[in-house]
Structures are given as C-alpha cells and as structure tokens.
C-alpha cells in the first residue's frame, strides 16, 4: 500500500452558517499552466489568475518532464529519469497580486517548469448534487485532464467522468507520397516529424520527443506509431504496460508489408504521483483512412464526508481507438488515475478506469492483412474498503484485422493491455512547511582562550538555512575550516577544536548559507593562547579573626568559602568566624583557561571547658534524686552526661536530674562535644548515698498493757510516741494505755544519717464486752447484725452522738452522727467481719464491738 503525506480531513470540511446544495454538472475546475516558481517566496506564476482567489485551495501538479531513451532500439521511450514528473500537492492561497499567486506555505516538491506545471481550483460544497455528468477539462499539452473537489456530503445523481481526458493518442494524419516496397520493411523505432514512415507516438510522461515524434518506439507510457506499412498503434500504459500493435503481414509476395507494429506504451512506477493515462499510437496510413490512438484517461481527486452513491459511476477510461478502413488502426488509450477518501459511501457504486480497445482494420475484402491497435492497460483506483462497489481496471482488448481475403480474422499480433491497480484510499499531500525567512546567526563568544584540551565554538543560527560553514581567517581572509582530525562539526552550530593550541591567533565565524538569500555570518570569535590558573593562599590567625591571602598566578577572579556558609570574591579578605571550631577553607581561582582549587583546613578559637555542679546537696538517704547543673564555658555543639550507679546512667539533656537508688559512693562525668576534640570533665566520689534505715514492730496487747517488739534494721535510734502523748525511746517499750479506745503508735528509726518512721493504729478494749456494756450502760443491738444495728443506753446519753466504723485493720469505714436514742446505724454495703464503733459522748468516749454479718 502506498503512503502519501496525510491531510485531514477537517481541513477542509468546513462549517458554514447555513447548508445550502450546490448543483455540479459540466467542468468544475479552473485550470492554469504555471510559468515560474520562486521556493523562496512561496510564489506561483501563472498564465492567467482571473479564475482564482485569496483562500483557494490549489491542486499544484507537474505533468511531464521525464527523461526517456531515444536509442533506435526496442529500448526507445523507456524511462532514464523519472524527475519530478507526476509529483503534486495541495497548497492555498494566501494572495493574488496580478497572474502571481502567493501561497500560505512553502511547496513540498521542486517542480520543473519545463515539465508542463499546472495548477488547478478545488473548490469545496458543503452539499453538493450531481445532476448530470461532471468532468474533467481535456488535457491540452499544458493544462487540463484533472477533475477535483471536495464535499461534505456528495449525491451522485449522474457520474463523475474524466475519460478520453488524458494524455492524448498519435494523430494518424500523413501525407504520404512516397511508395513501399516489398524488399525494404520500416523497423525503425524512431522516425522524424517529416517521415512517412511512420505513425506518430502517442502522448506519455516524456511528451513526444520532438525530434523523433514517428516510428514504433513508445514514448514512456504512451503508445508507439506503426511503421511502414500499415501497421497497427501500441496501445498506451499507466502502472503497468499497455498492448502491443498488430503488424501487415500481406500475403502478397511482392506487396509491402509492415513488421514495424506499434510498440505498447511503458509502464510507470507505482510511487504515489499523479500521471495521466498514456495516449495510444497512431496506425501507419498512406490512404488516409488510417485511425488516431485513443486518449488516455484523467485523474480525478475526490473527497468527501459522505457519497450517496444512487448507483453512481466515477469512471476515467482510456478511449478506444477508431477503427481503420484501409490502413493501420491506432492502439488505445490507457485507463486514468481515481483517488477517493470517503468516509462513508451509501449505496453501491462503479469506479472504472478501463484501458481502451484498439482499432480493427477493415481490410475491406482485399488481399491484405492490414495491422490493428493494441488495447490501452487499465488504469489505477484508490479507494476505501468495506463499501458496495464495483471496481473495473480491465485492460483494453486489441483490435482485429477484418474482411481480409486472403488472411483470417485475427489482432495479427496485437495484444491486450494489462489490467490496472487497486488500492486503499490515499490522502493528498499538503505541506505544513513555513515560508523562508532569512537567516540570522548570533553568538555570545568574542574571545576563547587555547588552553584546554578540547574548545567549542558555538552560534545560534535561526531562520532558513540550507548549509552552515565554518570559517576561520589566518590573516589571507575567510576560508572553510578543513574537516580533519583537528575540528569536528565543522557544519553544524558548534565546532569543536581538537587541537586548540593549533588554532592559537586564528579568527572564526559561522556562515549560513540559503538557496533564497544571500548569505550571513556571525560575529568573529577570535581564538588566544594561554595557560590555567594555580592556586594557593596563607592563612594568619587572631582569635576568630583569619587572614587570608592567594598567592595564585594567572587567575582573574576570585571565590572564596570560608567552610561557615560564608563567601567572598576579594582577593586577599580577613573573615571572622562565629564561634570557635575547625573550618574547611577553599578558594576558587579562574582565568580564561579555566578553573582551580585550593583547599585548607584551620582551627579557629579555643576548645570549650566543661564544669558542673548540683543543686542543692550531692548527698543522702538512698533512695535520693539529685539535679545536676551544667556550667561549661566555650561553645561545643553537644554534651553528654555519664551517671555510674544511677538512673538513668547517661542523659543529653543540659540539666538533668538522677535518681540513685543503691546506697555508696559514685563518679560523675561531663564530656563536650564540638569541632575540637571531645572534652571531659570528671569529678569523683561526687555523690554519697547513705543507708537509710527500715522501721517495723510488732505489739502484743493485754487488757490496756501492749509489749512492743521492735524489728527495724540498719537503726541504731529508736524514739516511739504512743499516741496519747507518752514517749519513749527503749528499743522494745511496754507501755500501759489510759484507757480503751484507737490509739496511732509511731517508731521512728534512726542512725547518723538517715531516719524513716513507721505508724499503726492499735484498738485497745475492755477483756469482758458484758461487764463493759453494764459499766458503760451502752449497747449495740442486733448484734451480730446484717442490714442495720441500734445504739441502746440506760440512762440516754447526751445528744447529739457523733460516731466513727473502724474495720479490723484499724481503717474508717464509715462515720456519723445519731440524734436520738435509740438510735440506728444502716449496714448496706459494709464487709462482713468484726468492726469497731467509736462513741463519742460529751462525757466519755465509747468503743463497741460490732459483728456485720
């Protein structure tokens, strides 16, 4: 399958404000030969622009121009050079001044003016009706042979026809006044315009040589003449070859035969160009009854958003050739070119592009064998698939020698032409190319120095351009840089020096250079020698202060980093630094060689010095929590405490606070962390933890009397208070309580350094509960009890009566107080097990057992 450049569609469908049918029969298109081309400006000359306008779009198409063999040999009007013959495109028009078309973009293609150039309208319908036969203008030998539009939506109402509008056949007129003879037969290929002995070429992509326009030889895909005598025309040719002409073979031993039959046209090469179907070759006459081959076929150009076919026809065939009545007829026309892009086709249609027949020969019952035409080939059909058609490309049949009386009935050698191509839809070729502008060539570089290894030499060329040189000037003017092992990009934007000390004292330039304008350069770019820089710098120090000073050779410039985020470009500089530390110092040094580096390392200021101390006492009673403070001197970027024996054993934190937990003596550490080395302060025995004694007794009681026995360790004091401000301080006292009641004992034990105190509560009661409640007169009753009990007194007792629950490890559980007698106390909620109600009258207090069950 072929490809041609892609044009969409849309850009042609074009949206109106209102659709409105247009009505195509007869010639649609205006036609015009092109006399001269300027690339540069994107302007056409043509014979006449009346017909054309501002946003026409234009079919451009060379016709001819190919180059063919003249050898008089079987060789004659084969192809030695395609040339531009066939190429087209689509172009539109930005303005008409005068017969000078300006087009909106740059043409795709170079043409050949000499090659018949023509440009030709295609107008665009939105909605278009054909109502009778729409056809090509005949091909002229300048314009013409081409049907083209567009449609949005396209009705086929009658056929779309291009036949007979090619390249035209062999005219068969002659003016023949000599005579044959039976011992010389005409083989030629070629023969002169003023020959007789031939029939005249027909019409192909190489024209007909005007010095040898007669004879057998085709002319590329037109058809060759017959020769002397009374042979038949070769039919004409497209993609492949037409058919061959019939010879006069007289049966009469002394009549004049004619061998010299009419060769069949060449086939073209199948490269997506547009090429008239070639015209077939005219039979030899000396009675002037011999017949002109027929026309070859146009081309036709169609697109379209939709085709409702109606059984339409688009049909370019070749022309049939007429028959002879007496002489040799001529060959017939080869069948046309059809392009189609449809995106949708309704109904069926016939797409034909048929070779024509050749003539027959009417021997008009003599004793003669008179040559006929050989039949045009087929011709070629793009189109899209999928769709109702029906395709012709047969080639023409050849024609027949007739009523002859002594010969039978027969082409008497000429053949059929071959039948034509088919393939897919093709797209037509519209160039997005902008217009020349003229070149522009600027550069930033005025001076480089040869001291690198490599140098690039750079511009910025923009604009249209066909070549870039490079150019240099050794003092005898500018010549092209060589394109050797010292440069490379010697035509590209940068050029790069290989050798670049070679090239030392040398000026260059780029040029660009344009087929449409003259050439332009950039500035001169001139080349020195030179060497890098060497670097290097001394350093003075002063506290934070550092002095600095290069002593580099060949440098310009100067760049400084002092290692603290800071930077200079001075010279010689004195930088004072932050804070004390070691600091990486580099300085940069350029010249136009290049770049260097020098780099030191310094330390500035003093270490810092780390101390501490605690606050409050770094002594006591295990467990013991101590804080300590931080009082370094100097700066330092981190800190790291080391605590052996407490917790937590290290910390980070300025001013942390440690437990210690184990009674005995411990080291402290500081260590400072900063540029300089790590600094350590330690201080030993720093913290003493003593032993902190444990307090503990027992008691055993009778009646009031309590024996106390003492069980506190690591102790060697004792002081007790009992509650009811006695004192004492035996290591295991007897003491006799006052009376009944709760009674809190203290033990506080101590030795030199550390002390700690343990306090019970003791529940002290009469030993008979009976005589208690008879002596006190007060009762609880029920006894034991489960949702409530009630005080009973005899006498009553003076109220109110605050009271107070103890459980039996001597804790308040409950509390109150009873305003009359009896007066009860609610159980809900309270533990099962003995407790212990506290009375608390105005004249006694009162301790009474209690059961909750």
Not at 696 to 703: I, L, M, S
Not at 815 to 843: A, F, M
Request: glycine share 14%.
């Amino acid at each position: 399958m072929k490809t041609i450049i892609s044009f969409a569609l849309s850009l042609f469908f074009l949206s109106n404000l209102f659709t409105q049918t247009d009505t195509l029969s007869g010639v649609l298109n205006h036609y015009s030969p092109v006399s001269a081309i300027d690339t540069c400006t994107a302007r056409l000359t043509v014979g006449s622009a009346a017909n054309f306008q501002q946003g026409d779009t234009l079919l451009i198409a060379q016709m001819q121009g190919a180059a063919i063999s003249v050898a008089d040999n079987s060789q004659f009007g084969s192809l030695t050079e395609l040339g531009t013959a066939g190429i087209w495109e689509q172009a539109v028009i930005q303005e008409v001044q005068g017969n000078d078309l300006l087009l909106t973009q740059s043409l795709l293609h170079t043409y050949n003016i000499a090659g018949n150039v023509q440009v030709v309208s295609i107008p665009y319908y939105e909605q278009a009706l054909v109502t009778d036969s729409v056809a090509a203008q005949a091909w002229d030998g300048q314009t013409g042979g081409i049907l083209a539009f567009r449609a949005g939506t396209l009705t086929l109402n009658g056929r779309l026809t291009a036949t007979g509008k090619g390249f035209r056949g062999g005219s068969a007129a002659l003016n023949y006044d000599g005579s044959c003879t039976w011992l010389i037969n005409y083989e030629d290929y070629r023969f002169g315009a003023n020959s007789i002995r031939g029939g005249l070429k027909g019409e192909g992509i190489g024209g007909v040589p005007t010095a040898w326009p007669r004879g057998r030889g085709a002319a590329a895909n037109g058809g060759g003449g017959g020769n002397d005598h009374n042979a038949g025309g070769g039919g004409g040719a497209l993609l492949t070859a037409g058919g061959r002409g019939g010879e006069n073979d007289n049966p009469n031993f002394l009549g004049c035969k004619g061998f010299g039959e009419g060769a069949a046209g060449w086939s073209l090469p199948n490269n997506s160009r547009l090429f008239l179907g070639g015209g077939g070759g005219a039979g030899h006459g000396n009675n002037n009854v011999a017949t002109d081959g027929g026309k070859g076929g146009g081309i036709i150009l169609l697109e379209a958003g939709q085709i409702i076919s109606n059984n339409g026809v688009i049909v370019t065939n070749g022309e049939h050739a007429q028959n002879a009545g007496g002489d040799g007829a001529g060959g017939g026309g080869a069948g046309g070119m059809i392009l189609l892009n449809a995106n949708n086709i309704n109904g069926p249609i016939t797409f034909s592009a048929m070779g024509g027949n050749g003539g027959s020969a009417n021997n008009n019952n003599q004793d003669q064998c008179f040559g006929p035409g050989g039949g045009g080939s087929g011709g070629y059909i793009g189109v899209p698939e999928g769709f109702d058609t029906d395709i012709l490309l047969n080639g023409g049949a050849p024609g027949l020698s007739l009523n002859s009386s002594e010969c039978p009935e027969s082409p008497n050698g000429a053949t059929p032409g071959t039948d034509g191509l088919l393939e897919g839809p093709l797209t037509f070729p519209f160039s997005t190319i902008p217009i020349p502008q003229p070149p522009i060539v600027a550069t930033d570089q005025d001076t480089l120095t040869a001291c690198a290894e490599t140098l690039t030499l750079s511009a910025l060329p923009d604009g249209s351009f066909n070549t870039l040189i490079w150019e240099f000037d050794n003092g005898n003017g500018f010549m092209p840089v060589p394109d050797n092992a010292d440069y490379d990009g010697v035509n590209t934007p940068n050029l790069l020096l290989n050798t670049p000390a070679a090239s030392a004292g040398l000026s260059f330039r780029l040029s660009a250079i344009s087929s449409c304008f003259p050439p332009v350069y950039s500035s001169v770019i001139e080349v020195t020698s030179g060497a890098p820089p060497l670097p290097g710098f001394t350093v003075d120090l002063n506290g934070l202060t550092a002095t600095f000073s290069p002593v580099s050779m060949d440098a310009i410039s100067y760049t400084w980093n002092f290692g603290d985020g800071n930077t200079s470009s001075s010279a010689g500089v004195a930088h004072t630094y932050p804070s004390s530390g070691v600091y990486t110092v580099t300085l940069t040094v350029t010249n136009a060689c290049g770049t260097a580096t020098s780099e030191q390392t310094i330390t500035v200021g003093s270490a810092p010095v780390p101390d501490f101390g605690v606050s409050g006492s770094s002594s006591g009673c295990a467990p013991r929590s101590i804080g300590f403070v931080n009082q370094s001197t100097g700066t330092f970027d981190s800190l790291l405490w080391a605590f052996p024996g407490g917790t937590p054993a290290s910390s980070t934190q300025p001013n942390p606070t440690i437990t210690y937990e184990t009674p005995g003596t411990y080291d402290v550490s500081l260590t400072l962390f900063s540029a300089f080395a790590p600094q350590q302060a330690t201080i030993q025995d720093q913290v003493i933890i003593y032993i902190r004694p444990t307090a503990a007794f027992t008691y055993d009681t009778d009646d009031l009397t309590v024996t106390f026995t003492n069980l506190s360790t690591d102790a060697d004091f004792f002081s007790w208070n009992f509650g009811d401000g006695e004192t004492s301080t035996a290591e295991d006292p007897v003491h006799t309580f006052p009376g009944p009641g709760t009674y809190d004992v203290t033990l506080n034990a101590s030795n030199p350094n550390c002390s700690r105190a343990v306090t019970e509560t003791i529940f002290l009661q009469p030993s008979s509960t009976t005589a208690t409640d008879q002596k006190r007169q007060i009762w609880l009753s029920p006894n034991p009890a489960g949702n409530q009990t009630c005080l009973q007194a005899v006498p009553e007792l003076q109220l109110p009566l605050p009271w107070q629950c103890f459980n039996a490890t001597g804790q308040l559980v409950a509390e109150g107080t009873l305003r009359q007698i009896p007066g009860c106390i609610s159980l809900k909620g309270w533990t099962g097990g003995t407790h212990y109600i506290k009375i608390l009258s105005k004249e006694n207090v009162y301790l009474l057992q209690l059961i909750v069950q």
